[in-house]
């Protein structure tokens, strides 16, 4: 995977702004001390991190340079520039790959398409925003946190900031993706492939202040969320109590017992919104008790 990325920062098909970018290996048993230094946690081998604003950014994948090459494109930049309507609407469509229009792909944009099949869940996020002078400090932290989870490979943030097109949006979709009184909006669009529609939720930038990244974690599971390695990494960094259930749906005896904790799981987590509930099924439940740490057996 190194090797793929250096050539194509050295032959300038990649790339951000002017500057060299070197790809180092590093042995972390030489060089424990160092890395204890700069509060660098090794957790498994191979680990490779992007160094960015004096940040160090960790890539969760092993071996997928396309998917590394977005990565760096998230962190140079976590927002995407939206400048036409055609932009737009090609953008919040959750289900087709994203033509990156940054100048980090220099010369070709280099596609990452098998994430499309691999991921049962996309995620957009779009900024209207009709006075961007107004919102310079909003939009800078949404740029900020956008950044903070470049991790996301589920997740794409953009923006537009032409008052025309988005008084257009506003007078289409109203209090769909607007607050009443407001013309300045972050709206998500979220795309479960068992779901057949996509989900949207709106900020109000009008009305609320806060943290983006929490809001666009939040929107991106459902109150009862199915385990996969996209939504385990978006429920840690929510940071709350996770209550999992495990069932198999096609089981010739507990297929119908499986339906009905469903169903009344979601009951409860309306009353319980401090937690985050999921379920695992089928022949996957045995490797996410594993990755939860679960070592019971039944009886």
């Known amino acids: 995977m190194l090797n793929s990325i250096s050539q194509l920062l050295k032959n300038g098909t990649v790339g951000y702004k002017d500057l060299d970018i070197p790809v180092v290996r590093l042995d972390s048993s030489k060089y424990s001390k160092m890395l204890a230094n700069e509060e660098i946690i090794i957790n498994r081998v191979p680990k490779t991190f992007l ?31 939206l400048k036409t309507k055609n932009d737009v609407e090609a953008f919040i469509d959750p289900e087709e790959e994203w033509d990156e229009n940054t100048p980090f792909f220099k010369t070709k944009v280099i596609s990452n398409s098998d994430l499309m099949k691999r991921f049962p869940k996309h995620t957009r996020v779009l900024a209207l925003i009709s006075e961007k002078n107004e919102y310079k400090e909003e939009l800078q932290k949404l740029n900020e946190d956008s950044r903070f989870l470049s991790m996301r490979e589920d997740l794409r943030v953009g923006r537009i900031v032409n008052p025309k097109i988005v008084k257009e949006y506003k007078s289409k979709y109203k209090t769909k993706w607007f607050g009443e009184n407001s013309s300045n909006s972050i709206v998500s669009f979220v795309k479960n492939k068992n779901q057949g529609k996509v989900i949207t939720h709106f900020y109000d930038l009008n009305m609320d202040t806060g943290d983006f990244g929490a809001w666009m974690n939040d929107v991106s599971v459902e109150p009862v969320e199915e385990l996969y390695a996209p939504s385990i990494k978006i429920i840690t960094l929510r940071n709350k109590p996770l209550f999992t259930v495990f069932i198999d749906k096609t089981h010739p005896v507990y297929g119908d017992e499986s339906e009905k904790v469903l169903t009344r799981l979601k009951d409860i987590a309306k009353d319980y919104p401090q937690y985050q509930f999921s379920f695992t099924e089928e022949e996957m439940w045995k490797k996410k008790k594993e990755e939860l740490g679960i070592t019971w057996e039944e009886e």
């Open 51 to 81: 160094y960015f604003k004096e940040e160090y950014a960790p890539f969760e994948e092993i071996d997928h340079y396309a998917s590394f090459l977005h990565f760096m494109n998230r962190n140079f930049y976590p927002v995407v520039i």
